[in-house]
């Protein structure tokens, strides 16, 4: 009996935003207008409107991107479920990138759409306030191998926080270290040096001060069990139950990000196509990079959406 190949939603981080995202849906699907104007209402103030018309230092700010990036995803998300495409395939998984598990979250139907708004924007409060506590920034090492790379982390006194795909790997420390671990990868042959723009050394001990707080706030939030597998940014494994969600969330804070490993769980569990649904083409890069053999597709906008109904209806 031959299995069908399946299907997995990937939903992305940090770093995607772009001024504008999400304004094609907001005009063109009742549904995607509904989310933005629901998350507008439950945060007292327009972040619709910083979606579409910036400014952009304003939208790149930690506790206003998180909720922002999670909203025009599952704008986008609902737009393409209105669009009502025959055929389209339901997800046997579904995962993001740091933040984007909050919007697998609520994919999953593990936690509301107002509740996750209301807790990323606490959760980017919070990184916020850490980068304060303990400076700290983040550097993408491409080129080079994860045993180097974790040789270099341990030689500079920086962490391994972002394990994207073969040859690309992010550490996270404080500025002097960084510095340092940047010294040592240019010595080690690393291809290229990315400093990322954030605001703190997320997914690394110098987000420790949070973890009691940003605990306290999961804790306050209800959670369902997930209609469907979500893979862990921790574990790169599905999260069975709402106490190991908990777990995982606050984890994730000051833990590496298992891209790669999730990626590759997916895979061997039988996914063959990864749809990227939100603002830029981040995670279909990479996903690509792990396995080339892997189809992916972008949805960030109408102009994806009315594409893919244009080939999933052969008549059209």
């Known amino acids: 009996m031959v299995e069908l190949s399946k299907v997995a939603y990937v939903f992305p981080g940090q770093g995607s935003q772009s001024t504008g995202m999400g ?22 103030f327009a972040l619709s409107r910083l979606c579409f018309e910036g400014p952009e230092e304003e939208l790149r700010k930690t506790h206003n991107v998180q909720p922002a990036i999670l909203v025009v995803s599952i704008a986008c998300l609902r737009a393409l479920k209105e669009a009502t495409i025959a055929n389209f395939p339901p997800p046997a998984f579904v995962a993001g990138h740091s933040l984007g598990e909050y919007t697998a979250l609520v994919t999953a139907g593990a936690l509301g759409l107002t509740d996750a708004v209301l807790l990323v924007r606490e959760r980017g409060r919070l990184m916020y306030e850490a980068g304060l506590k303990n400076p700290g920034s983040m550097l993408a090492v491409i080129g080079l191998d994860e045993e180097t790379v974790k040789d270099i982390s341990f030689h500079s006194e920086t962490e391994i926080s972002n394990i994207n795909c073969p040859g690309q790997i992010v550490i996270s420390g404080a500025a002097q270290a960084l510095a340092e671990a940047d010294k040592l990868a240019k010595i080690k042959g690393a291809r290229v040096l990315i400093p990322l723009k954030v605001s703190g050394a997320f997914h690394s001990a110098l987000m420790e001060p949070i973890i009691a707080e940003f605990s306290k706030v999961v804790s306050s939030f209800k959670f369902h ?25 606050v984890k994730q804070l000051r833990n590496c990000i298992q891209w790669q490993g999730s990626v590759e769980y997916m895979m061997h569990s039988g996914v063959t196509t990864f749809y990227e649904i939100g603002p830029g083409l981040v995670l279909s890069g990479l996903i690509r990079r792990i396995n080339s053999e892997l189809q992916t597709f972008n949805i960030s906008g109408i102009e994806d959406i009315a594409q893919l109904a244009c080939t999933e209806n052969p008549t059209n």
């Open 225 to 249: 069990p997930p209609a469907i597998p979500v893979i862990s940014n921790v574990t790169a494994r599905p999260l069975p139950d709402v106490d190991s969600i908990k777990e995982d969330l």
């Open 23 to 44: 304004l094609d849906l907001y005009n063109s699907y009742p549904s995607a207008k509904e989310v933005f104007d629901e998350a507008d209402a439950s945060l007292g």
